[in-house]
């Protein structure tokens, strides 16, 4: 989920700790647990300042060890005994539990978007990613300001964010489902394909990529009804010399360990030979932003090359040239 639902998710369990008895009783450790939670909330994001550093570091590490199972479990032990050092009142075993709530629900959360976590490692290293809510939802985020609302207001903040979740989760079942239901449907138009789905910010729209042992199909599903928007050959990552300099790259290794379905191009120039991989996933205007590129000279020694979102292939040669540079 976005930064400010899961700082919403945060406050919205630090009311719920008010049902608490051992925490409700005190007004400081109610304070304490309410910054645990957000804290907590917060936690498995710190990974997003490795983005200062480079795209390829970015897309390697973020959500996969600070939303594992050891990160888990780590966090709330050090938010809960940090805050504790400063309180030493509150009572420690249901600090850290709050604590451990908030992190949980911001891995837990973020295993139904598109882009998923890693949040079985180190048993496993597969992105959970079930491409059911949107990055950011405007129902989640809005019944969370209205529960926000109700408690500035004077209503009991414990009840009134235990009556907002049951509703929330009464919508992810809806948004499963309806998942479901347009998979289902792609797979009528399409035997035997597998179906690659992200969300979108609009609930009864859905990006689709239908894979076949021939075919990769890019579709969108509006409104119960799916329109395939563009149809490429599917070709195996041949297994040559250019393909295995390109491999070598960060920026193309990072890609490649994030993008599940995607096509490849090799292009060569006068000057230098062109490895592109595009993933299918985020298709805008007709235009795919998503890619990884690497330039190689004919030695299939490396240039430059680039990960992350560009719009125009002007912009991208900027970015190529940067990276001579650096």
Known sequence: MDTATHFAMGFALGGIATLDPVIAQDPVATNAVLLATVLGSQAPDTDTVLKLKSNAIYLRNHRGATHSI???????IVISSIIHFFVPEVNGIHLWLWTFLAVFLHVFVDIFNAYGTQALRP??????????????????????????????????????????????IGYYLWRIKAKHDVIKQACSIIPGGKVIISPTFNWYKWHLVIKTDTKLYVAKSYNGKIEILDEYDFVPIPKNDIISA?????????????????????????????????????????????????????????LSSFTGWIFSEKKLMKKMNAAIRE
């Open 246 to 302: 390109a491999k070598k790259d960060k920026n193309i290794a990072a890609f490649l360990s994030f993008s599940p379905i995607h096509r490849w191009e090799i292009n060569e120039f006068e000057d230098f030979i062109e490895v592109r991989f595009i993933d299918l996933r985020y298709r805008s205007k007709g235009h795919y932003p998503f890619v990884a590129v690497v330039h190689l000279d004919y030695d299939l020694e490396r």
């Open 70 to 76: 050891p990160a888990v479990l780590l966090w709330p």
């Open 123 to 168: 048993f496993s290293q597969k992105w959970l990613a079930l491409g059911v809510i949107n990055t950011m939802d405007p129902f989640i985020l809005a019944a969370h300001g209205i529960g926000f609302v109700l408690w500035i207001y004077g209503q009991d903040p414990g009840y009134t964010f235990i009556v907002i979740y049951i509703i929330i």
